[in-house]
T-cell receptor, first 113, second 116 residues
Framework: AQTVTQSQPEMSVQEAETVTLSCTYD???????LFWYKQPPSRQMILVIR??????QNATENRFSVNFQKAAKSFSLKISDSQLGDAAMYFC??????????FGKGTSLLVTP | GAGVSQSPSNKVTEKGKDVELRCDPI?????LYWYRQSLGQGLEFLIY????????KSGLPSDRFSAERTGGSVSTLTIQRTQQEDSAVYLC??????????????FGPGTRLTVL
């Protein structure tokens, strides 16, 4: 079974600064997809960014970017110019075709003024 | 447009009672998923419906849990003889189709179940 590990239960960042959330995963598959989801206190899961394993280029979405290291099975999320609205739980997730998402336990991000 | 909706938003029940949780996916989405989020934990996969295929039930924790999807749309998750360890937030998600795994899953707001 695939496992997803987020080693940072909590992280803190000041407004306008940059923070990186870590994620590692374990799989024997070569074709899969990786995601970062955000869950604010409203409980609504929101997709932040996604990465196809066969693509070497790291995905970016505005202030959010990933550092995908396939050989190391690492998929970190970088948030630049952090904003108060970025405060939330962030979940890393893995998926291969035909299966549901496999989530890590999450990282709680606190943004301080 | 309407997103994924779930009802009830909150449910408090007594140990041993049966509960039904409902999910209305986005219209046209053929794939539907149920996940469970226990306090301080990530999301745990429960069951996955894809079109007319047999559902993937591999995540259901016990035979007290069952789910159905009627007419390829609305889904109901049923928990029989609830236990205190069933207390969690139950999240439903839908996507256009799966595979490919690229498709974004859209999540509902969840049902918070509390078993006393």
């Amino acid at each position: 079974a695939q496992t997803v590990t987020q080693s940072q239960p909590e992280m803190s960042v000041q407004e306008a600064e940059t923070v990186t959330l870590s994620c590692t995963y374990d799989t024997s598959e070569s074709d899969y997809y990786l995601f970062w989801y955000k869950q604010p206190p409203s409980r609504q899961m929101i997709l932040v960014i996604r990465q196809e394993a066969y693509k070497q280029q790291n995905a970016t979405e505005n202030r959010f970017s990933v550092n995908f290291q396939k050989a190391a099975k690492s998929f970190s999320l970088k948030i630049s110019d952090s904003q108060l609205g970025d405060a939330a739980m962030y979940f890393c997730a893995y998926r291969r075709s035909g299966y549901a998402l496999n989530f890590g336990k999450g990282t709680s991000l606190l943004v301080t003024p | 447009g309407a997103g994924v909706s779930q009802s009830p938003s909150n449910k408090v029940t007594e140990k041993g009672k049966d509960v039904e949780l409902r999910c209305d996916p986005i219209s046209g989405h053929t794939a539907l998923y149920w996940y469970r989020q226990s306090l301080g934990q990530g999301l745990e996969f429960l069951i996955y419906f894809q079109g007319n295929s047999a559902p993937d039930k591999s995540g259901l924790p016990s035979d007290r849990f069952s789910a159905e999807r009627t007419g390829g749309s609305v889904s109901t998750l049923t928990i029989q003889r609830t236990q205190q360890e069933d207390s969690a937030v139950y999240l439903c998600a839908s996507s256009v189709e799966g595979p490919p795994a690229w498709d974004e899953q859209f999540f509902g707001p969840g049902t918070r179940l509390t078993v006393l």
